[in-house]
């Protein structure tokens, strides 16, 4: 059994997302605590801007699903110190069938502020490995992820889901773009991670040439600036660079924010222009009280809904046939998942015959034959015809036991089956 917690752009504001915002440390932190305080046994923790996402297997906790969830909420809510009621802002989901319905949807980009994009795939790709080299994937988790990647590749062949805008970085050079008449506006890009590379490039390919890099790694911002003809600032001096520029784009994985009202307030007094900021981060590197200076103009990714909303209209085609694509792999992962259910039962069955068949004949017939008849029972050419008795007959009999429990939906089958054939 899995379920999924999800804190997302869709039910959640970007002060609780930052708030709930988990780093990799926090990540094996809240796992150990999770694994040893409330039992499961398989996590996946996706953290980005726009959503935190706990997957988790709980095979032997079936019938308690409810408490178990709320277990792992109430220890979440404690983790990051939250007084208040955390379910209004949760979207909770137990079941194979429509927690992989998410996690697919999700790999597709279906589940994006801007359908189509392809950053969710690295970082679903991301938080899988995080979770496999630490040890936290349970077999359900493992085989779910990997579906939903191979499902996410699929759509993106066979629809037309991933054209156009891609990225919320996107949305913002389009925001830029619509709103600064300026000539040839001056920028300033604070960071230099996937979402603020992408941007930068979004601004080169629309022939903007005027823009400064600021990352707390010189050499990369240098090297990545150098790729593209661009200039170099130390980041210790992006401040002094504010007044200097029309747009400041901030995308960083700073926890606290990187400058105060007050400072911002006195750095404007310096500046003869408007200053269009874009903070793409969460936690947020602006604070939201900036956009009360004046001349000061304050984007955040939750500003940008108006331009995924518009990608979603243009795409809508797209997404109905990208979900019947769904559906077909959602199928069969279903099938799996419902057939492991089986797999005690099924075991079981396969033992006892090989004991009936196998064993307990080699056994008979050596007690009641003659010493030169037991070496041909006891020969390799008879060892093989048993073991072929034993597979059709262990085969046609699991067959049927799919059939009569509807390849493992049917839980009242599976009840029963399991009091025939498991032992005690």
Wanted: charge should be positive.
């Amino acid at each position: 059994m899995v379920g999924l917690i999800s804190l997302n752009y869709k039910v959640a504001p970007i002060e609780l997302r930052e708030r709930f915002y988990l780093d990799d440390a926090q990540k094996i932190v809240f796992h150990n605590l999770l694994k040893k305080k409330v039992g499961v046994e398989g996590l996946m923790l996706i953290s980005t801007c726009n959503r935190t996402e706990i997957y988790f297997e709980f095979e032997n906790h079936i019938g308690k699903e409810n408490k178990f969830i709320h277990s792992i909420v109430k220890e979440l809510a404690e983790f990051r110190s939250f007084k208040e009621s955390l379910s209004p802002y949760l979207i909770k989901q137990t079941g194979s069938y429509g927690v992989s319905r998410h996690l697919f949807r999700l790999a597709c980009g279906l589940e994006s502020m801007i359908i189509g994009e392809f950053q969710i795939v690295e970082q679903l790709k991301e938080a899988y490995d995080f979770s496999y080299k630490h040890r936290m994937l349970g077999p359900i988790l493992n085989r779910m992820v990997q579906k939903s990647l191979e499902t996410g590749k699929f759509i993106r062949t066979n629809t037309k889901i991933d054209k156009g805008a891609v990225s919320v970085s996107y949305a913002a050079v389009e925001k830029i773009h619509n709103s600064i008449e300026i000539l040839e506006p001056r920028f300033l890009c604070v960071g230099l991670g996937e979402t603020s590379k992408l941007s930068i490039k979004h601004l080169h390919q629309k022939d903007y040439s005027n823009i400064k890099i600021a990352n707390r790694t010189y050499s990369k911002s240098k090297e990545f600036a150098k790729s593209l003809g661009l200039t170099v600032v130390k980041f210790e001096s992006f401040k002094k660079e504010l007044p200097k520029v029309d747009v400041a784009i901030f995308s960083t994985s700073s926890k606290d924010p990187l400058i105060s009202e007050t400072e911002l307030t006195e750095i404007m007094k310096e500046s003869h222009s408007e200053l269009l900021i874009i903070d793409l981060s969460v936690p947020r590197n602006i604070p939201s009280e900036c956009d009360n200076i004046s001349k000061v103009k304050l984007i955040n990714v939750d500003d940008l809904k108006d331009a995924v909303n518009h990608n979603y209209k243009k795409r809508k085609s797209q997404i109905i046939k990208a979900e019947k694509f769904i559906e077909d792999f959602l199928s069969d992962f279903d099938d799996w998942t419902n057939s492991r259910q089986l797999r005690p039962s099924i075991l079981s069955i396969k033992k006892q015959i090989k004991n009936i068949v196998i064993e307990e004949t080699i056994e008979n017939v050596n007690s009641s034959s003659r010493e030169t008849d037991v070496k041909l029972f006891d020969s390799d050419g008879f060892n093989k015809r048993l073991n072929k008795v034993y597979e059709k007959f262990s085969d046609n009999l699991v067959r049927k036991i799919r059939q009569a429990s509807n390849n493992g939906k049917d839980e009242k089958a599976i009840s029963i089956i399991n009091q025939i054939f498991l032992d005690d």
